[in-house]
């Protein structure tokens, strides 16, 4: 990059400018920090970015990706996994400062990192003490492309055995799209009785796809 002028290199426009003036590519550069023999860093990260189809389809599958990439080597593929899983456990330890709904876009900005990164189904929870606040976020059910299994009985004794007053279901939709299934409804409202047995409320049940998770709670199906 030393033939670029100093506004157009990486590092020094983040320094002069911040993060988020960064492009896709830019910000890639700036963790891999040299190219290849013919290769600008650049123009390496354009090419990692084609390769896997965004930042979003990396996240899905991060390994074998950057794997596939020609002449990326352990170091550079490294650096950009340790820089995934710093966000993913950053926003995690943060979700247990305060009563969750008092960051409510954290929760979805976590949910969306942690779970619409998966490439099969699954189904998680995140249970709550009566402050709101998290005791811990499990996932509990793994399935396939397209549906998981969910069992209410061992969410009720995850719950008994955490003594959580409330409770959050999670569950992703690896096609991208987050709008609640018949199905979906169907298994909220048996977590909803099978729970209410031991007085822990279902606050929420997030759909994590594309875009903004969906809140059934918003939607006016809890």
């Known amino acids: 990059m030393a033939g670029l002028p100093p506004e157009a290199r990486p590092r020094e ?4 400018q911040g993060a988020a003036a960064l492009s896709d590519a830019e910000l890639l550069a700036v963790l891999l920090r040299t190219g290849l ?13 084609d390769h896997c189809g ?3 389809r990396l996240l899905r599958n991060p390994r074998p990706a950057l794997a596939g990439v020609k002449g990326l080597g352990l170091a550079k593929r490294a650096t950009v996994l340790a820089v995934m899983e710093i966000a993913r456990r950053a926003f995690r330890e943060s ?4 009563p969750i709904f008092e960051s409510a876009q954290h929760v979805r900005d976590y949910l969306r990192l942690e779970y ?3 490439r099969a189904e699954c189904f998680a929870v995140m249970f709550l003490d009566t402050q709101h606040r998290l005791i811990a976020l499990e996932t509990l059910f793994h399935g396939t492309l397209s549906h998981t299994i969910a069992y209410p009985r061992e969410v009720v004794k995850r719950a008994l055995i955490l003594d959580a007053a409330a409770v959050i279901l999670v569950h992703n939709h690896p096609t991208g799209r987050t709008d609640p299934s018949p ?5 909220t409202r048996a977590m909803i009785e099978s729970l209410a047995l031991i007085d822990v409320k279902v606050l929420d049940h ?3 796809g594309a875009g903004q998770p969906a809140s059934m709670t918003d939607l006016g199906l809890l």
């Open 13 to 16: 426009k983040l320094d002069a």
């Open 183 to 187: 199905q979906d409804v169907q298994l």
């Open 95 to 98: 979700l247990g400062d305060g």
């Open 206 to 208: 997030f759909i994590v």
């Open 54 to 56: 965004g930042f979003r």
């Open 37 to 49: 023999p013919g290769r600008p860093v650049l123009n390496l990260a354009r090419d990692v970015l």
């Open 116 to 118: 619409d990164a998966r």
